[in-house]
């Protein structure tokens, strides 16, 4: 069973809040909204799929790279750690 399979419900919430930020940054756009205000909107939508693609990249490593059918040893899990780290970082 994949990762994504498993957080399924999970992950279409989030892709729906995520799609009303894309669409409340639309109606900000038609009502011609001031540019901080949209830049705020733009903003969220980013952190959102940013936050999103993290916990994603992160639980494929931990599933895939690492494995659910066998024993990583501790070195494995310290670089697949780091590597984590550095995704987090990237995408704030």
Same mark, same amino acid.
């Given at each position: &069973?994949?990762?994504?399979?498993?957080? /399924?419900?999970?992950? #279409?919430? +989030?892709? /729906? +809040?995520?799609?009303?930020?894309?669409? *409340?940054?639309?109606? *900000?756009?038609?009502?011609?909204?001031?540019?901080?205000?949209?830049?705020?909107?733009?903003?969220?939508? +980013?952190? *959102?799929?940013?936050?999103?693609?993290?916990?994603?990249?992160?639980?494929?490593?931990?599933?895939?790279?690492?494995?659910?059918? +066998?024993?990583?040893?501790?070195?494995?899990?310290?670089?697949?750690?780091? #590597?984590?780290? &550095?995704?987090?970082?990237?995408?704030?």
């Amino acid at each position: &069973m994949s990762h994504t399979t498993k957080n /399924k419900q999970k992950l #279409v919430l +989030r892709s /729906k +809040r995520i799609r009303g930020q894309f669409e *409340a940054f639309e109606r *900000a756009l038609d009502e011609e909204r001031e540019c901080s205000d949209v830049l705020h909107i733009i903003s969220a939508a +980013r952190g *959102a799929v940013n936050s999103l693609m993290t916990e994603l990249l992160e639980d494929h490593i931990r599933h895939h790279v690492l494995g659910s059918k +066998r024993r990583p040893n501790s070195d494995q899990i310290l670089a697949a750690d780091e #590597v984590i780290d &550095m995704v987090k970082t990237y995408l704030r």
